[in-house]
């Protein structure tokens, strides 16, 4: 008996409840859906008499636009065209006295999030990127803005795009070298008697730390307003400056190690004998043919530029000591015919036809003969490696120096 009467009081208890959770979940409906209908009925009315053809405050101050960036990738950079391309989410946030309506103490929400459609209705600041190449909305499923609208004339509104843009690569200390490419925005109709473009005052510029580029690593960036003059009239101007260095890594790897590599393999013909000419013009021969490609080969993926890059001097060097041992093979070898073919006490041909194949002076020849070609590859073997060392390491110190100086 007392177990059915426990039983029985458990289940009224529990009714009870679930009664309570209905009249609760009832009510938030009824709330949710007389605000939505306070809210439909504010948009109406201030809707009603809106011009989206004229600016906020019209014959008055000018409206103050608000810009915060949020970066999300920059890259790839092209030095062919000159360009980059960079993805953001812009938000521009001003004030529309036109747009206030009476929240009716909370029975009207006081911040309303818009469908993209709704952007149609209000007037939006004509901000464009007079620097682009080409640009393009996202679109995915449903146009990517945010329009939000408060109940106090305040709006925001925020897309994502993507943008490539011009960007003057400057190679004279390629690939030791840190570009600066810039983003601008600015007005297109409204001259700064209508409406003047700023940088919010804190955080205006986010970028993302999680993108990465192939060739260059983001240092940092710099932000900046202007006023342009034109024949119509002043405009305003936004303007981010995006410092990026170039990663040598895959340089070092690509170009300079391998011409190295070259450089070296041509000193060893002053280990070889001097009577070994076809083996010591071969590899003579494959050295100049080698560090010519390399040379070649850096230049194809950069526009075709009248200066010279700091990689240019540094192969201009690597061929110069090439084309020595090239040449310290040569005179060797002629060195080598001399004392074949010459007698040393009279200086006349040993052999009757040396003397038209050989048409230098005696003076020269006396010089020549007392000249030993093993001596001059002995001496080759440490001329050579210290001045080629001394020559990469005054070039290496000098542009390490310059990289230093960007890191400042």
Not at 153 to 158: A, C, R
Not at 188 to 215: A, C, E, I
Not at 282 to 306: E, Q, R, W
Not at 334 to 357: G, R, W
């Amino acid at each position: 008996m007392h177990y059915f009467l426990f039983s029985l009081l458990i289940s009224l208890q529990s009714n009870r409840l679930k009664a309570d959770s209905n009249i609760k979940t009832q009510d938030v409906e009824s709330q949710s859906l007389f605000q939505m209908a306070q809210t439909t009925k504010a948009l109406k009315k201030i809707l009603q008499d809106y011009d989206k053809e004229l600016r906020p405050d019209f014959a008055g101050p000018p409206v103050i636009v608000n810009v915060t960036i949020l970066v999300d990738s920059l890259g790839p950079i092209s030095e062919l065209e000159n360009s980059f391309r960079v993805d953001f989410n812009i938000r521009q946030a001003w004030h529309d006295s036109r747009l206030k309506y009476n929240d009716n103490n909370n029975n009207t929400a006081s911040r309303i999030a818009l469908s993209h459609e709704f952007m149609e209705k209000i007037w939006i600041p004509d901000s464009y990127f007079p620097n682009s190449l080409k640009e393009e909305k996202h679109c995915t499923m449903v146009p990517n803005v945010l329009l939000r609208l408060s109940s106090t004339g305040d709006v925001l509104f925020s897309s994502r795009a993507t943008v490539i843009s011009k960007c003057v690569i400057d190679l004279t200390n390629y690939p030791f070298d840190t570009q600066s490419c810039k983003l601008m925005i600015e007005t297109y109709g409204y001259t700064t008697d209508d409406l003047f473009l700023k940088w919010t005052h804190t955080n205006p510029v986010n970028v993302s730390k999680q993108f990465d580029m192939p060739r260059f690593t983001f240092s940092r960036h710099e932000i900046s307003e202007y006023i342009l003059s034109f024949t119509t009239g002043n405009f305003s101007d936004l303007e981010i400056k995006f410092f990026l260095e170039r990663n040598l890594e895959y340089y070092i790897i690509k170009n300079y190690v391998p011409a190295i590599l070259v450089v070296v393999f041509s000193w060893c013909v002053f280990w070889m004998d001097s009577t070994d000419l076809s083996v010591r013009a071969f590899l003579s021969v494959t050295s100049v043919l080698s560090i010519v490609t390399l040379m070649y080969d850096v230049n194809d993926d950069l526009p075709k530029v009248s200066k010279l890059k700091a990689i240019d001097y540094f192969f201009i060097i690597s061929t110069l000591f090439v084309f020595a041992a090239l040449f310290e093979f040569a005179v060797t070898s002629y060195i080598d015919v001399v004392h074949k073919y010459y007698d040393e006490s009279n200086m006349q041909p040993k052999q009757p036809f040396v003397a038209v194949l050989i048409d230098l002076s005696k003076t020269i020849n006396k010089t020549l003969i007392k000249i030993s070609p093993r001596t001059i590859d002995e001496y080759s073997r440490r001329v050579f490696p210290c001045c080629y060392f001394i020559s990469c390491l005054i070039y290496f110190g000098k542009y390490a120096a310059l990289l230093s100086g960007y890191g400042t």
